[in-house]
């Protein structure tokens, strides 16, 4: 009961935030959201199931790329546009998917590096199809019925969508599947020797995660209404490592605080230290694996018992 | 105290306090937003524009400042990342800056104009040359300052004209930029009846670029235009085209108009030709080379010319809006023609109520590389 | 014909900088099993030591060469010793070990901008830039330098590990670091003796490599990311496959761009689509481990 209360008070306050910031808080907290849904995405995959998989960001332009292409270049209705994009996010996951479940450790890492890059190739040679290296702008978000999104509304539907990952996230993460990750990644002989179809759970871990990222793609192309393949890189990829990292990996609390910190650094840090705030992320990370080997959300388990904030029914 | 008394010295207090809120008003700086890269990819390139800027609101200061009110430039650094450069747009509308400067790069300007076109606030390029930034957005609040990709190519296809190469090469690397500039290079090349008989590209890190040059050179080019920005991948470049024993002329885009290379490659660059916005023999562009080796110590290359001119102009247009208001200085900034700044062919002009970008389409200079340095010019504009 | 020789040197000069950055990765993995990527960011240093010593302090290539690459050695024992040891310690994943060296290379990078600023710098080559015939084969004097240069390298490294017990003890640790300690062998001098190699030999891919496309910030993240895919198709068990995986990645990445017509843009791409299919069919790269895992 508890804490279904602290849930409803922390998704009053998200969502009331929609109305109460403006402009550039606004863009900061939608824009975080996102990389936060990312993170929680990522974290499952990368700490529970244990795949190091750098196509994550890759999937997260092919939510955004292909939702803009169906909708303004081929003319879709939006809400045509939006499945379209997720479904292609859902096949495309699947096909790599399966080759993926094969190879393990950092094989997996340089096999989905390649592909990252591989889709980064694709996009800045695509001409006129994915805009190449200008990228796509120019498309509004089309009117629905007369109602089209303003900065507010959609600030509340990256919440909604925010919510509906960690909802997903954690509900699997309690769940069976998600005791069978952790099993297929401690001991794929031990989980297959129990009865566990690793296979199954490692494609399913895989396209599961790699479409939240790609229904985060599709919420953030309509952000700025722009897509340019430098926000679909190899940079953004690393950047959502070092949350995990930093925040305590195979943990959804962890991923959130690590989120948070590592966005929200250049907005504090850069007014006193200027660009060596940078130096400052790298530091943090470092000493966080030294002196808190389960991620800084370990110092927030101390203080507000944030393990048991994500897990249901318990005392 | 009687009466009398305290009236006066309420009136005294009263006035005093007007004419300190009246002082204050008209000591309020006017607060110019410049979106610039400290971190990232392009801060090398930023870092000189900037000097610019500095050089021109110091002057302009120093002359009274604008309308009575002194300029400030509050600088956001976007990373060179299109998305932070959005939400850096949206903290200095938040500011209410008078205007927004983007001294990053085209994709960056792109995504932060997509904000600056809903919020209704000036915003201006003085460097980036992409065509797409005035096309592909109808914001008529957007201007453009820096030479067009488009501009470039056909004044190096005009100062081409008797030589005719029917045959080229096109080399770039794999860079935002250089990318984009190759194609539309390529595109101009073609529409002026020659033949891209090969195309390379040098990534970003290569170590050599031998494979790709054999290449160009089988394909027995008349001429090689390139189009790449990263110092790395020119310097590859150049050392491959000396070591096969290349001799096709090379022609290269305002990114080379940067002495960098210079100094990673001596010696190597000699008779290349490249577009350059200043010419100079100009006597602004002299006197500006002239105050600049003045405050800085040394002679400057076009960066900083970008970031002076850029604040000029929208400071002249500041002036001639008589206010700080969106809407008129977007008004004086598109009525603005015949601006003669340091950039620009002698005899050209900066004008806005063509085309938001306003930089000449005969603007351009083209300048030869001799003994490893920025050497003459040896053509100008379109014709 | 003559085009094909003179690609070779290329693909050889090439292939010899990714080979030192996988036998630099391989260096630390053998004896401990942690994946370094901060590798390129030591070699990204090694091309600024060059910078310091022979570009600005003028010193000659003989001296200023294995200066520079002690320089970065010695970051790497430093860094083995405070930020690695206590991991091992304590007995923490191996994922923890590779993570905190990913927060090192931010450190290295951004402090390397610090000190040279975000401009790429000259190093001078030590023999200028010249083209060399070598009986069929032609190239830079740079390309044959660096070749020869690691050509030694990898003689010696495959001398260390074939026959000298050090190297022996090396290997030994490799395959059973609990075995490894029974047998006497000094787990401690191992593991900082492993970083110290490693950080020159990446080091030194950076002193070689800065003369072509000068010394810069950011040039750590592409090496490292070929060094890993050279290690990967080499093999990660031997000295050999390092060298091997690196010329094979240089020759797939200059054939491609040489004699295959498709858009340049997407030459960019076949190596990539090359090595997944490389890691799909043939995991463990050309040569099988030694140990049968």
Sequence with gaps: MQQRLLWTIIIVFLASLCFVLGGYWADIYRKMLLVITLCVGFNFLFGVAGQIAFSHIAFYGIGAYSVVIFSSILGWPLPLAIFGAIALCGVIAIIVAFPASRLEGFYLALATLAFAQLFNVVIVQGGDVTGGPQGLSGFGQQDYFGFSFTDQSYTLVIVVLFLGTLLIITRLENSWFGRACRAVHDSPEAAEAMGVDVLFIKVAAFTITSVLAGVAGVAYAFIDNYVNPLVFSLEPMFQLLFMIVLGGIGRTSGAIIGAIVIFLAPEIFEEWVGRHYILGVGVLVVLSILLLPKGVVELFDRLFKTDKLMRKGQK | ?383 | MEDFLELIVSVGEAGSIYALVALAYLLVLRPSGIINFAVGEWAMMGGFAAVSLITWLKLPYIIGLPLSIMCIGAIAWVTGLVVVNPLIKRNASPMSKVLVLLGMLIVYRETSASLYGYDPLFVPMPFGFGRVEVGPFAGSSQSFFIISVVAVVFLLAWYFFERTIWGKAFEGVAINRQAAMLMGINLKIVGMSSFISAGMIAGLAGVLQAPLTSAHFLMGLPLAIKGFTALVIGGVGRVEGALLGGFLLALLEKLTIRYIDIPSGYALGVPLLLMIVFLLFRPNGIFQNKEAK
């Excluded at chain 2, 045959?167 to 250089?178: F, H, M, Q, T, Y």
């Excluded at chain 2, 920005?229 to 310097?235: L, N, P, R, Y």
Aim: proline content about 4%.
């Design chain 2, 1 to 383: 105290m009687n009466n009398t008394l305290k009236f006066s010295r309420n009136l005294i207090l009263a006035m005093g306090l007007l004419l300190a809120a009246g002082t204050a008003q008209a000591a309020d700086p006017i607060k110019i937003g410049v979106i610039t890269d400290r971190v990232g990819n392009s801060a090398a390139w930023a870092k000189p524009i900037e000097q610019g800027m500095e050089m021109a609101v110091n002057e302009i200061n120093a002359a009274g400042g604008v309308l009575g009110r002194q300029l400030k430039l509050r600088y956001e650094s976007d990373q060179s990342k299109p998305d932070v450069s959005a939400t850096k747009a949206r903290k200095l509308i938040g500011e209410n800056v008078a205007a927004i400067l983007s001294i990053t790069t085209s994709p960056a300007t792109q995504q932060a104009q997509t904000v600056t076109a809903k919020a209704k606030i000036v915003h201006m390029t003085p460097a980036n040359s992409a065509d797409y930034l005035t096309k592909k957005l109808d914001n008529p609040y957007f201007f453009q300052m820096g030479p067009l990709g488009s501009t470039q190519i056909r004044t190096l296809l005009a100062y081409n004209k008797k030589k005719n190469f029917k045959r080229v090469a096109l080399v770039k690397d794999n860079s935002n930029l250089g990318s984009y500039l190759g194609k539309v290079f390529k595109t101009n090349l073609e529409k002026s009846g020659a033949k891209v008989v090969v195309e390379q590209t040098v990534e970003i890190g290569a170590t050599d670029a031998i494979a790709q040059l054999q290449k160009v050179r089988a394909a027995k080019p008349d001429a090689i235009y390139h189009s790449g920005i990263v110092v790395s991948s020119m310097a590859v470049f150049f050392k491959a085209y000396h070591q096969l024993g290349l001799k096709q002329p090379i022609l290269g885009s305002f990114n080379l108009s940067v002495p960098k290379y210079l100094e990673v490659i001596p010696g190597m660059m000699d008779g290349v030709v490249f577009i350059d916005a200043m010419d100079p023999s100009k006597p602004e562009a002299a006197k500006f080379m002239a105050k600049y080796k003045k405050a800085y110590g040394s002679v400057p290359f076009s960066l900083p010319a970008y970031g002076y001119d850029g604040v000029k102009v929208l400071a002249d247009a500041i002036k001639k809006a008589g206010s700080t208001d969106s809407d008129k200085i977007r008004a004086a900034m598109a009525t603005t023609k015949d601006w003669v700044g340091v950039l620009g062919a002698k005899g050209q002009v900066v004008d806005f109520s063509k085309s938001r970008a306003g930089f000449s389409v005969d603007g351009a200079v083209v300048r030869r590389i001799e003994n490893n340095t920025h050497g003459s010019i040896v053509h100008s504009g379109t014709k």
